[in-house]
Antibody, heavy 123, light 108 residues
Framework: QVHLQESGPGLVKPSGTLSLTCAVS?????????WSWVRQPPGKGLEWIGE???????NYSPSLKSRVTISLDKSKNQFSLKLNSVTAADTAVYYC????????????????WGQGTLVTVSS | EIVLTQSPGTLSLSPGERATLSCRAS???????LGWYQQKPGQAPRLLIY???SRATGIPDRFSGSESGTDFTLTISRLEPEDFAVYYC?????????FGQGTKVEIK
């Protein structure tokens, strides 16, 4: 059974950098997935942040692209999110998730999610 | 960027009734790569439907998805008490992989 677990500071100061890690267990980070981050501000809807493929290729939301970096650590079987120059608008629950593929074809949608972690931006 | 517009914002129904949720895309979605998710308070979203009409593993058959051009529909044939939640559609055929704003299904 695949399990994704987010970790990182729950409080970040304005203008600082939000850093989160998603530990993957039960599967290899090198398998054929897009590993993704999604966030949800309190009381609001879901926002796709970006994703990384096992080759290291990335896609980002245009609205966040200038501030976000997603990376892989194959030695630790995890992937990470960095969002810099944060403001109160970045306060949200952050989820890590994945989309499986077979030979480049999506075989389902975001099928496995972490429990989410709340990050608050405040001084 | 593909914009997804969900309607209605809120659906007030009774257990046993049929729920019909809509998701309209601003342009064609590649290979019907449209998913539906259910989210309950304090929980992560759960995948219900992928590929516009395929049920995810373990999802009851009262949940069904359909498409007509750029219009997508999630139908819950008979609402169970555990089905009252917020539902999101998402297109994953092109980047950015956008979500709709959600439809809340509440008890009438």
């Amino acid at each position: 059974q695949v399990h994704l677990q987010e970790s990182g500071p729950g409080l970040v100061k304005p203008s600082g950098t939000l850093s989160l890690t998603c530990a993957v267990s039960g599967d290899s980070i090198s398998s054929d997935y897009w590993w993704s981050w999604v966030r949800q501000p309190p009381g609001k809807g879901l926002e796709w942040i970006g994703e990384i493929y096992h080759t290291g290729s990335t896609n980002y939301s245009p609205s966040l692209k200038s501030r976000v970096t997603i990376s892989l650590d194959k030695s630790k079987n995890q992937f990470s999110l960095k969002l810099n120059s944060v403001t109160a608008a970045d306060t949200a629950v952050y989820y890590c998730t994945r989309v499986p593929l077979v030979r480049g074809i999506f075989i389902t949608a975001l099928d496995c999610w972490g429990q989410g972690t709340l990050v608050t931006v405040s001084s | 960027e593909i914009v997804l517009t969900q309607s209605p914002g809120t659906l007030s129904l009774s257990p046993g009734e049929r729920a019909t949720l809509s998701c309209r895309a601003s342009q064609s979605i590649s290979s019907s790569y449209l998913g539906w998710y259910q989210q309950k308070p304090g929980q992560a979203p759960r995948l219900l439907i992928y590929g516009a009409s395929s049920r995810a593993t373990g999802i009851p058959d009262r949940f069904s998805g359909s498409e007509s051009g750029t219009d997508f529909t999630l139908t819950i044939s008979r609402l169970e008490p555990e089905d009252f939640a917020v539902y999101y559609c998402q297109q994953y055929g092109s980047s950015p992989r956008t979500f709709g704003q959600g439809t809340k299904v509440e008890i009438k």
